[in-house]
């Protein structure tokens, strides 16, 4: 993809009008509120739009309600990483010349939204997993977390698990839209808090939050007219090589160690040089497990990677500086809010959290059950 | 509340798998207690869960044998609260990966043993029970050998 670098920008991004607790509207309502907000942050109209990227939703419910017809469309549903590898896939559409303005959006009223019954119990999940108890992601998280503890050590995971936790929520006092702006938390306060699933903590899980987040990427003669400065897409990686967690191979190794290499070797970047990492945070392990797929530690190296609040405000490796899925917003499928801030922080619109000279940031989703993984080198203008 | 905790034990209220084509065997050898594998003649794996196809070479040239029900602790881990209201079980519970000896590693709960991690470790040794969920659904747990 050497050549398809730079051939793409991000040129809006936002959230919907509010994100938290908004039991009154729903998923659709949320795409619609993100979608415009992150047009209007382009300088773009919706008339300008010719390709639609979404999960979960089908882009046809979408572009139906937004009265769009696109010429391009991509559905790629693969967990909350979809919209990391919906940018990849837009960059490749626009290089070849299938759309220039390619609206990436989610919507999920997580919190609020009231789940119907009738679930599909022949599937494997249904006949394999479910019946056992096996319901839901801080479960199967948690047993690749236990995996984990047992080949490099209970106390120091333990340890590191904190140390994330801490540094994220540190990053959320920093950001007014975070969940939890304005509730600090001490080691104490992880340490004593409840069990959710062993070994997982209240505060070793994200958030169930309402909320949309919608992002814009467009072909480079597109990029500037558009209202802001455009941040460019210099690598992508994507890959999944399960479902079930049940069936992943390593249990303590993402795919992320392919999308990442490959995100990195099209970017023609190294480690060393990423100024801002976002990292899905579904858990505070998911962190520990990805920093050592994408390369920036060896295995088992983690806990000392994150040692001493190193990804905290004022750390020597940020991490997560919206405050993550676990303190500022996670809806479902978050992968979207990584997006969201690597473009703010490259753009330079961050405030207090602001990274200085940030110039390179590394965005890397998960979803499913550790099952995929979208990797995307963006850059500053 | 209830004068009659028994009868409330025997009322399974959670979810009931829904057998397919291709893992009814599975199932009925389960009804009478048995664990029973897929198993690839291709490439003499054996494998879980059952499927057509072998996820290790794709060929459809399998079969079924009949595991020893034993193998090891491969993870766990400890629930506490049920995020979503998908499953309905008394708290907390025990869930697991249990690696067989044949080979393939099954997600399972085990039961048998206090819900707590100093009684529960990785590498453990581990047997199959079954336990009655409907007249035509035994599940596959573990308890330690
Ligand atoms: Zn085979």
């Keep these: 993809m050497g050549t398809l670098s730079r051939q793409a920008a991000i040129v809006g991004v936002d959230e919907s009008d509010q994100i938290g607790r908004i039991p009154e509207k729903s998923s659709l309502q949320q795409h619609m509120e993100a979608s415009y907000n992150a047009l209007a942050d382009a300088g773009l109209s919706i008339k300008d739009v010719d390709a ?9 419910t979408i572009a139906e309600y937004f009265g769009i017809t696109p010429r391009h469309t991509d559905g790629t549903s693969v967990g909350g990483s979809s919209f990391v590898i919906h940018v990849a896939h837009a960059l490749e559409a626009i290089a070849a010349g299938r759309c220039e303005v390619a609206l990436i959006t989610h919507g999920e009223a997580g919190r609020s939204q009231r789940r119907s019954g009738g679930a599909d119990m022949g599937t494997p999940g249904a006949q394999y997993e479910l019946p056992f108890g096996i319901a839901s992601p801080p479960m199967t998280y948690a047993m690749a977390c236990t995996r984990y503890m047992h080949l490099y050590g209970e106390d120091r995971t333990r340890q590191a698990m904190a140390e994330v936790a801490m540094a994220t929520r540190k990053w959320a006092n920093l ?34 939050t309402d909320g949309g987040g919608a992002c814009v990427v467009v072909s480079p003669e597109v990029a500037r007219s558009c209202r802001k400065k455009p941040v460019w897409v210099l690598g992508a990686g994507e890959g999944h090589d399960h479902s079930m967690i049940s069936q992943m191979p390593d249990l303590t190794r993402t795919i992320a160690y392919l999308s990442g290499r490959e995100a990195m070797r099209t970017a023609g970047v190294s480690h060393r040089d990423i100024d801002l990492a976002m990292i899905y945070d579904s858990f505070t392990y998911t962190v520990l497990t990805t920093l050592e797929s994408l390369g920036f530690c060896g295995r088992g190296e983690a806990p000392d990677f994150v040692a001493e609040q190193r990804t905290a405000p004022g750390g020597d490796f940020a991490m997560n ?11 479902g499928m978050y992968g979207m809010f990584l997006l969201l801030e690597a473009t703010r922080q490259l753009r330079g619109e961050c405030g207090p959290r602001q990274v200085q000279d940030c110039k390179l940031s590394l965005v890397n989703g998960t979803g499913g059950n550790l099952s995929s993984t979208g990797t995307l080198v963006l850059a500053a203008d | 509340m209830s004068t009659q905790p028994q009868a409330a034990q025997q009322r399974y209220t959670g979810p009931v798998p829904l057998p397919q084509q291709e893992s009814d065997y599975y199932w009925q050898k389960c009804k009478q207690h048995e664990l029973w594998l897929r198993f690839c003649n291709h490439c003499s794996e054996a494998y879980f869960y059952p499927r057509d196809i072998c996820p290790n070479c794709f060929s459809r040239q399998t079969t079924w044998v009949k595991a020893s029900g034993k193998g090891e602790l491969y993870t766990f881990a400890i629930v506490h609260q049920i995020p979503r209201p998908n499953y309905q079980g008394p708290l907390p519970y025990i869930i697991a990966m249990v690696k067989l000896v044949e080979g393939p590693t099954m997600p399972t709960s085990i039961v048998g043993v206090e819900p707590d991690p100093q009684y529960i470790k990785i590498g453990m040794p581990v047997e199959v029970t079954f336990e009655d969920i409907t007249e035509n659904i035994s599940l596959p747990k573990f308890k330690p050998a």
Excluded: I
Aim: contains cysteine; proline residues 7%; aromatic residues 18%.
């Design chain 1, 175 to 208: 950001n007014p839209k975070a969940f939890f702006y304005q509730e600090k938390m001490t080691f104490d306060d992880y340490h004593n808090s409840r069990w959710v699933v062993w070994p997982f903590h209240l505060p070793d899980c994200c958030l169930t």
């Design chain 1, 52 to 60: 639609v990227y979404c999960a979960a939703t089908s882009p046809l």
């Design chain 1, 321 to 331: 500086t919206n405050g993550g899925g676990l303190s500022y917003c996670h809806t």
